[in-house]
C-alpha cells in the first residue's frame, strides 16, 4: 500500500491551499482516508477523513466550514481543499488509510503517506 501527498506549500492567512492523496496497492472504493496533521511537540490531530464507499464525511471542530473534503474514486485520490486558513493550521499534513470505514485513533489507520507541510504566514 502506498499513499502519496502532495499539494502543501506557503499560503497568507486567509487564503486556499488543496491537498491531494494518491493511493495504490489496495482496494481504495471500500475503504476510507483520513487527513490528519502534526506540529512539533504535539500529538497529531485528525482533521477529516472520508469513507470512499459512501461518503461519509468528518470533520474536526477547528477546520469545518474552512475545510472539505472529497473523493475520486476513479483516481484513487482524496482531495483536501484549504480555505480562510489560519496560521494555527501551520503543520505537516499526513493522510492516512483505514479499513471499510473513516476511525477515529491514529493507531487504527495502518497506512500512512510521507506528509506535506503546510505553512500560514503573512
Known amino acids: 500500500v502506498q499513499l502519496v501527498e502532495s499539494g502543501g506549500g506557503l499560503v497568507q492567512p486567509g487564503g486556499s491551499l488543496g491537498l491531494s492523496c494518491t493511493a495504490s496497492g489496495f482496494n481504495f472504493g471500500v475503504n476510507a482516508i483520513g487527513w490528519f496533521r502534526q506540529v512539533p511537540g504535539k500529538e497529531r490531530e485528525r482533521v477529516s477523513c472520508?469513507?470512499?464507499?459512501?461518503?461519509?464525511?468528518y470533520y474536526a471542530d477547528s477546520v469545518k466550514g474552512r475545510f472539505t473534503i472529497s473523493v475520486d474514486n476513479a483516481k484513487n485520490t482524496v482531495y483536501l481543499q484549504m480555505n480562510s486558513l489560519l496560521p494555527e493550521d501551520t503543520a505537516v499534513y499526513y493522510c492516512?488509510?483505514?479499513?471499510?470505514?473513516?476511525?477515529?485513533?491514529?493507531?487504527?489507520?495502518?497506512?500512512w503517506g510521507q506528509g506535506t507541510q503546510v505553512t500560514v504566514s503573512s
Open positions: 492516512a488509510a483505514a479499513w471499510f470505514r473513516c476511525r477515529v485513533a491514529v493507531r487504527d489507520y495502518p497506512y
Open positions: 472520508i469513507s470512499n464507499r459512501d461518503g461519509i464525511t
